[in-house]
């Protein structure tokens, strides 16, 4: 098939998409594009030739994985390790290359004034190049770790944390080639085994490579890699990364007050392919979006498939932020309307269904069961012999939560921190119901908090439960990694939080227990046990979001005013649309035929 590079530029500008290195970085070098109509625009040039060729290829199984990969040449061969010498600091001690675009560093420890000023040195030092520009942060750069498996990749919600340190930082260009790049990796071809998921899909990772440009020894050329879940392990959906992307774009634009980035068509189009994806219809009876296990910060089989929390905390601030973000003449008046529809609706039912606490807790156990009506009371048909005997012991006078999901005759009684958190930071939560999530985590100090904080969930699963609902998953062990084990970076939501409701003494405390101990243990993943004593199992050092989310809290706990840029704010107009919709709540008193409102905003 033979084209023009102008016309398949023309082409991809056209369907919303720039697809020009030339807008990410004036007058640097070239690179490919493979866009989603089975297209390829292939653009190579070195210092002795310069070449363009265009060609048409097929997707599917047999779809080469090198195609599907954003290049540029950048380098020539022989300066890869010239390039690590020259970038050799000697203030910070030995540096190793990853081959991955990345130069980590083992620093003298000792030697590093503050712990903040050791956790920016790490942070820096896990930056990943893409044609000389800073384009991410790696997942882990842990030199004594001999399988990295995909830690050394850019995740995209690990990136989350380090984008907002860098922004808060004041350096903006990493956040924003970040974004940018990402973006284009959105409309890859991807395909698993004949199958390809939905076209708004954000990668759940990418990853740099360095190759040996085709038909010329003398240079080389960067590949961005994309990992849409196809090869990670459990071949899991990224479900939180598109939602994850729109939520930095926002802070992006609050943070530097540039708005021309989330003004671009293409940025545009990329925010409304996210929301096309979440927003369109299924078979769905809820409004919270129905994802399978894993496809969230929980990668692996945790029994969280259906509808997690995290998830819906996630997908109600992106929807806020999308409503902020998108551009009157971008958004058609349906788009605008189902957002809003779906905001009002998804608020009404993770309020009202997901809220737990001492009075609700009774009512469950109360609850009459089997009830075929509209006017049911027990709507989800609840058995009130699900209530965990921990959660009796457990549940606070003062305080309550979120519970992890809800189904159809099941609620998952865990307490996930993420979602909790993010809750209280969207707005998701009421301003009562956020008090109290901060009330019982200060209630459960121990538990949540203990050694390290957070734990990723509350409690651990074990016996024949661990066994039915992880498969007897030998990395899930009982208070081990995503299964009751503490997360450090769980801080920053932890400060973005108790922030937003004016308690930031929770998150300084939590910070102090961190600072025990966080830099002497070498910035672990994760930790084990109970109470987080132990550095986890199979935990990484120098976890990247476990020091940027450390960085993160310092910084807002300095500045406070700073947490605005990732705090939604709740939306006058929904509150209007949300009292009429509690007004009619069935449980409440079930409005006479005929009287049903719209709630169209
Ligand atoms: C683990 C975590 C996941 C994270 C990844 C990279 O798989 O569960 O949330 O993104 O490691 O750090």
Redesign the pocket.
């Given at each position: 098939m033979a084209a023009t590079s102008e016309a398949i530029h023309q082409m991809l500008c056209s369907a919303g998409r720039s697809t020009s290195h030339m807008d990410l970085y004036p007058k640097k070098s070239n690179f490919l594009v493979w866009p989603n109509h089975g297209l390829g625009y292939r653009s190579k040039s070195s210092r002795h030739k310069s070449s363009n060729t265009i060609s048409a290829f097929h997707c599917g199984p047999n779809f080469n994985i090198r195609f599907r990969s954003l290049r540029c040449k950048c380098s020539q061969v022989e300066s890869v390790t010239d390039a690590i010498s020259e970038k050799k600091d000697p203030l910070k001690g030995e540096l190793f290359a990853n081959g991955n675009g990345t130069f980590s560093s083992i620093l003298q420890i000792g030697s590093i004034s503050s712990l903040e000023d050791e956790a920016w040195e790490l942070l820096r030092a896990s930056m990943v190049y893409y044609c000389g520009h800073p384009v991410g942060t790696i997942?882990?750069n842990d030199p004594s770790d001999s399988s990295i498996l995909?830690?050394d990749?850019v995740?995209i919600?690990?990136f989350i944390p380090s984008g907002i340190a860098f922004l808060l930082k004041g350096e903006y260009d990493i956040v924003r080639n970040f974004i940018l790049h990402t973006l284009q990796l959105q409309s890859w071809e991807k395909t698993m085994d004949c199958h390809s998921p939905g076209q708004g899909l954000m990668p759940?990772?990418f990853k740099v490579r360095t190759v040996p440009l085709d038909g010329d020894d003398s240079a080389t050329e960067d590949i961005l890699d994309p990992d849409f879940g196809e090869a990670a392990?459990g071949r899991v959906a990224p479900v939180d990364s598109g939602l994850w992307w729109i939520i930095l774009l926002r802070a992006y634009g609050k943070c530097t007050g540039d708005l021309s980035v989330q003004e671009r068509v293409d940025v545009q189009t990329g925010i409304k392919m996210i929301l096309k994806l979440c927003l369109a219809d299924g078979f769905d009876m809820f409004p919270t979006l129905l994802v399978t296990d894993g496809s969230?910060?929980?990668?692996?089989r945790m029994g969280i498939h259906g509808h997690p929390l995290e998830i819906q905390a996630l997908f109600y601030s992106a929807l806020l932020s999308a409503k902020e973000m998108l551009t009157r003449e971008d958004a058609s008046a349906d788009l605008i309307t189902a957002l809003n529809n779906r905001l009002v609706a998804l608020s009404f039912h993770v309020r009202e269904y997901y809220w737990i606490d001492m009075r609700k807790l009774n009512e469950i156990y109360r609850y009459k069961t089997e009830e075929y009506s509209f006017d049911a009371v027990n709507k989800f048909n609840i058995y009130p012999d699900q209530i965990p005997p921990w959660l009796v012991e457990w549940m606070p006078n003062k305080g309550g939560y979120m519970i992890g999901n809800l189904q159809p005759a099941h609620m998952d009684f865990r307490f996930f921190s993420l979602g909790n958190l993010w809750s209280i930071v969207s707005s998701l939560a009421t301003n009562d119901q956020s008090h109290a999530i901060l009330d019982l985590c200060e209630a459960k100090w121990a538990d949540l908090v203990g050694d390290m904080p957070l734990k990723i969930c509350y409690p651990a699963l074990d016996g024949q439960e661990w066994r039915i609902i992880t498969g007897s998953d030998p990395k899930n062990t009982p208070w081990s990694?995503?299964n009751g084990g503490s997360w450090p970076t769980l801080l920053w939501q932890l400060t973005v939080a108790s922030i937003k409701m004016n308690r930031p003494e929770i998150a300084r405390n939590a910070v102090k227990v961190a600072e025990s101990r966080i830099s002497r243990d070498k910035w672990p993943?994760y930790y084990d046990t109970k109470r987080g004593r132990f550095i986890g199992k199979q935990s990484?050092l120098f976890?990247?979001?476990s020091i940027a989310g450390y960085v993160v809290a310092k910084q807002l706990l300095d500045n406070p005013d700073a947490a605005k840029i990732l705090v939604n704010v709740e939306d006058t107009e929904l509150v209007n649309a949300f009292s009429c919709m509690i007004s009619a709540n069935p449980r409440r008193k079930r409005p006479r035929k005929g009287t049903n409102q719209s709630f169209i905003i």
């Open positions: 997942a882990a995909n830690y990749q995740f919600r690990d759940a990772s392990i969230c910060m929980i990668d692996r990694y995503h993943e990484r976890q990247t979001w």
